[in-house]
């Protein structure tokens, strides 16, 4: 069965400095993995997604992600956080039969400092 | 382009009782899915569906049912509502197979 990890619950960092936030996936093969966002009282926005090919992928919002098949990771990255990318993080993966059925991680909480 | 539209966005309700949410996708969206988030349990696949038809189901009791006209809206009911079920009820829609899912705000349900 396919799973995302988030290890980080809580993360908070300065405003302009930059950010890493870590996902871990397990999935028999070659996977679709997104990067989403969520804003108290919304639903999720979509940053990123990987199916395949290049295995740097860049978001909107200044947002990338590096999918590294040999750790099983796609971690997001920021160079430089605003005060509005405080927010809820989650990472997904789908099938690569169809990503209507989203396995999510446990999310990460992101803080910024001014 | 209108994006995902779910309605009602908020609904209190008591155990017992029953409550229908809806969700209209972006137009020529074809699949939509329900996902239960919960603070506890965080964010779940309840059941995905496309051209009027159950695709996908997750690990929910059959309490949680769903529906999907020929217009592609699709709406979910649950039935003899428990204190547990109050949650983030999301709904996500897509054009079809390998492309990815855009969510609505969601319905806030409470159950006292």
Redesign the interface.
């Known amino acids: 069965a396919q799973s995302v990890t988030q290890p980080d619950i809580h993360i908070t960092v300065s405003e302009g400095a930059s950010l890493e936030l870590r996902c871990n996936y397990s999935y028999g093969a070659t996977p679709?993995l997104?990067w989403?966002v969520q804003s108290p009282?919304?639903?999720?926005?979509?940053l990123l997604?990987y199916?395949s090919g290049d295995t740097l992928v860049q978001g909107i919002k200044g947002f990338e992600a590096e999918f590294k098949r040999s750790q099983s990771s796609f971690n997001l990255r920021k160079p430089s956080v605003h005060w509005s990318d405080a927010a809820e993080y989650?990472c997904a993966v789908g099938s690569n039969?169809?990503?209507?059925?989203?396995?999510?991680?446990?999310?990460t909480r992101l803080t910024i400092i001014p | 382009k209108a994006g995902?539209t779910?309605t009602p966005r908020y609904l209190i309700k008591t155990r017992g009782q029953q409550v229908t949410l809806s969700c209209s996708p972006i137009s020529g969206h074809r699949?939509v899915?329900w996902?239960q988030q919960t603070p506890g349990q965080?964010?779940q696949?309840l059941f995905?569906y496309?051209s009027e038809t159950q695709?996908?189901k997750?690990n929910f009791p059959g309490r949680f049912s769903g529906r999907q006209f020929s217009n592609s809206r699709s709406e979910m009911n649950v039935s003899t509502l428990e204190l547990g079920d109050s949650a983030l009820y999301?709904c996500?829609t897509?054009v079809?197979?390998?492309?990815?899912?855009?969510?609505?705000?969601?319905t806030r349900l409470s159950i006292l």
């Open positions: 679709y997104f989403y009282g919304q639903g999720l926005q979509l997604k199916f989650f039969f169809g990503n209507e059925k989203l396995t999510f991680g446990t999310g | 995902v779910q699949s899915s996902y965080g964010l696949f995905e496309f695709r996908n997750g999301l996500a897509c079809g197979p390998g492309q990815p899912q855009h969510f609505g705000d969601g």
